[in-house]
């Protein structure tokens, strides 16, 4: 599993989503690294990790974080996951809560929110999810598409963005590994429902865009509920990765959360 590393003081890990990797957190390390050793995987199957054919359900991705987790000094750690890797930073949570002392979730993923439901079965069917994933990596115009869809205003895209997210299709299977995602889409949200009274005590801090086009802003409250100590953020105008969009804005508001003194 590759990862970056950066900074000094307790552990902050951080999880990208699909379709993402390390490179999704090039304006939030330095920042986070002023307080914490910042760690940025690449999970097993995307960006410039290994792509071995492993369990790539939301459960056998937290469990592969839990085992990098354990080889990172300092114990208990920060989480922050966006997307799906909110959803397997939540996932890994109910696993071990004990190795989580906060999380952070920026739109992530969640039983309330349709998105995904309906168009994961058509992407995985085997007569669809390998022409889709030999052919989309290489249609620039497709890819453009989808990075504009995940702002609230495309126009701040700054110059390089889609380059980044691009550059591990020229040499690996990521994206074939990524259509493996979907087909336990819907089965990992039901299971993800079912373990969050886990982790309802873990001091939480959800961030949304009010425009996010991929995980619906009105699935932020019923998830806000499932947390004893949760502050739900929604960024007016924002799409689905505000690290990106509004990099400023986002670093404080997550600083402030992390570095505050616990809920007693």
């Known amino acids: 599993m590759r990862y970056l590393r950066a900074g000094s003081g307790p552990p902050l890990v951080l999880v990208h989503g699909l379709m ?3 490179f999704s957190w090039r304006f939030a390390m330095p920042v986070f690294a002023q307080h914490f050793t910042v760690y940025a995987v690449d999970l097993l199957g995307a960006g410039y990790s290994d792509h071995p054919h492993v369990d790539q359900s939301l459960r056998g991705n937290a469990e592969r974080l839990l085992r990098f987790v354990d080889e990172v000094p300092g114990s208990p750690c920060r989480l922050l996951g966006s997307s799906r890797g909110g959803g397997i930073t939540m996932r890994a949570a109910a696993l071990a809560p004990r190795h989580v002392e906060q999380m952070v979730l920026v739109s992530p993923i969640n039983p309330w929110s349709p998105h995904g439901r309906g168009i994961a079965p058509v992407l995985s069917h085997p007569g669809i999810a390998p022409v889709f994933a030999r052919v989309a990596p290489r249609v620039k115009s497709f890819q453009r598409y989808l990075l ?3 702002y609230g205003d495309p ?3 700054l110059p390089g963005t889609l380059e ?3 550059a591990p299709y020229k040499i690996s299977k990521s994206f074939a590994e990524e259509m493996r995602i979907l087909k336990t889409w819907n ?5 993800l429902g079912a373990v969050l009274p886990r982790i309802a005590h873990i001091p939480t801090l959800l961030v949304w865009g009010n425009r996010d086009a991929a995980v619906i802003p009105e699935s932020a409250e019923p998830l806000r509920q499932n947390f004893r100590h ?7 105008g924002i799409g689905h990765i505000p690290y990106e969009e509004v990099p400023d804005e986002f670093n404080r508001i997550v600083n402030d959360f992390l570095i505050a ?3 007693e």
């Open 164 to 166: 980044g997210y691009a």
């Open 187 to 191: 089965r990992d949200l039901d299971e």
């Open 230 to 236: 949760c502050r739900l953020i929604m960024l007016d």
């Open 261 to 263: 003194p616990p809920p």
């Open 20 to 22: 993402g990797h390390a």
């Open 155 to 157: 126009r701040r895209i």
């Open 148 to 150: 504009r869809r995940l």
